[in-house]
């Protein structure tokens, strides 16, 4: 290659950079704009970091292309394993699905706090369940070649445990996972949620596997899809993992949306990140689904998942004005319930929920001591189990 077109090619490599600066710089105003106004309805129960983030990385412009042009690199180069940065790794799964995997944990500090908040229970005389949400690699067939995760072994280490003491127990992977089944049959290709299908069909088995436990009214319908309208955004949900490479490294997902066909009636009451209250009511489409968190196709925000509830809100309390029942159940939940609480919410009477992560007034322990309950269930991920605040419930 000659000297001159050694220099047009730099040449023309620092005028796309000048570009890209030009543009960046004129169209910060509206992008500043366009941040302000993504910005409503996002404070409900996230920091103001975790708020304002992914709609300012929303609009810094052509960030869309070139994690989308990494992503197409990444896809042509074969590359099933890639590395983020600060220790954070992304694999390719052999159906499509992102994922990430994580080392042996301590089971010691999950299972005894869950076995002190059942202790606790039973002295009170009220029931207690404790489940985990499926996991997305339960084995290593999916995974990359020589690539080991440790997440369902650390779950069946807690679950080993805790059936020793007697704590009434669900394992969602045994349960959920068929013998032909993929992670895309359960989980967004690109997150780690699971999907408002496999919430609805998990919400099912909770309540199905243990209907003589709490011995309240069990209304099977409530968890069946061909019980609600549902819309599909096809192609549509860039979830966290997707949001990193844009969507032509493993696509996007399908987003769906459910609304019974029966009539409902709700009243939702939950306190944002600042306090404040944030009250809804009428059908479940609005009240329990807030269809505003859909926003673009393929967006880089990651917000569809909170279409359900709304957030990751530190309590929130949700009351079926047409059950005839009188039961309250406490929910200790994490992201993962955000659609599942939905469908049990369908089956209940009331149900408070509750985020140790987000939850402003104290511990567990000390709102158990403060209110009746009639029975009460832990639905944790695989990961957000063993957080600190996870495993510090006010039990000692």
């Not at 910060?28 to 996230?46: I, P, Y």
């Not at 929910?331 to 469908?343: A, K």
């Not at 939850?359 to 639905?379: N, Q, S, W």
Request: a negative charge.
């Amino acid at each position: 290659m000659n000297k001159a077109i050694r220099k047009t090619i730099i040449a023309a490599f620092f005028g796309v950079l000048i570009l890209l600066g030009a543009g960046t710089f004129l169209s910060g105003k509206d992008a500043l704009k366009d941040t302000a106004a993504g910005m409503k309805g996002r404070l409900l129960g996230e920091s103001a970091s975790k708020a304002v983030e992914p709609v300012l990385l929303e609009n810094v412009p052509f960030r869309y292309g070139w994690i989308s042009a990494n992503g197409i690199f990444y896809r042509a180069a074969g590359m099933e394993h890639i590395f983020r940065g600060n220790g954070v790794e992304r694999f390719l799964l052999r159906d499509g699905s992102m994922t990430n995997v994580h080392p042996t944990k301590e089971s010691g500090p999950v299972a005894d706090a869950v076995v002190s908040l059942s202790d606790h229970l039973e002295m009170k005389g009220i029931p207690f369940l404790h489940v985990f949400v499926p996991v997305k690699n339960p084995d290593d067939s999916f995974l990359p070649a020589g690539m080991h995760d440790y997440t369902y072994e650390n779950v069946l280490s807690v679950l080993d445990v805790l059936r020793e003491h007697g704590v009434p127990s669900i394992d969602l992977t045994a349960e959920m996972w068929t013998e032909d089944a993929v992670p895309s049959d359960i989980f967004y290709r690109t997150d780690h949620h699971w999907t408002a299908e496999s919430g609805m069909r998990g919400a099912g088995i909770i309540r199905g596997k243990k209907k003589d436990l709490y011995g309240f009214p069990y209304h099977e319908e409530v968890f069946r899809e061909d019980c609600y309208h549902k819309t599909v955004y096809e192609d549509w949900y860039l979830g966290s993992y997707g949001a990193e490479v844009g969507p032509l490294y493993a696509g996007a997902d399908d987003f769906s949306v459910f609304s019974p066909k029966a009539e409902t009636d709700f009243t939702f009451e939950a306190l944002d990140y600042y306090g404040l209250p944030v009250n809804r009511e009428g059908p479940f489409d609005g009240t329990l689904t807030d269809r505003s968190h859909i926003g673009k196709k393929r967006s880089l925000s990651t917000q569809c998942y909170y279409t359900y509830i709304g957030s990751n809100y530190g309590i929130c309390t949700v009351v079926n004005r047409r059950s005839e029942g009188t039961e309250k159940i406490l929910l200790i939940r994490d992201s993962f319930s955000g659609v599942l609480l939905p469908f049990l919410c369908m089956n209940y009477r009331e149900v408070t929920a509750i985020d140790p992560r987000y939850y402003p007034f104290g511990t567990v322990k000390e709102y158990l001591d403060g209110h009746d309950v009639d029975a009460v269930i832990m639905v944790t991920g695989p990961q957000t189990a063993f957080h600190e605040e996870f495993t510090q419930l006010g039990f000692g």
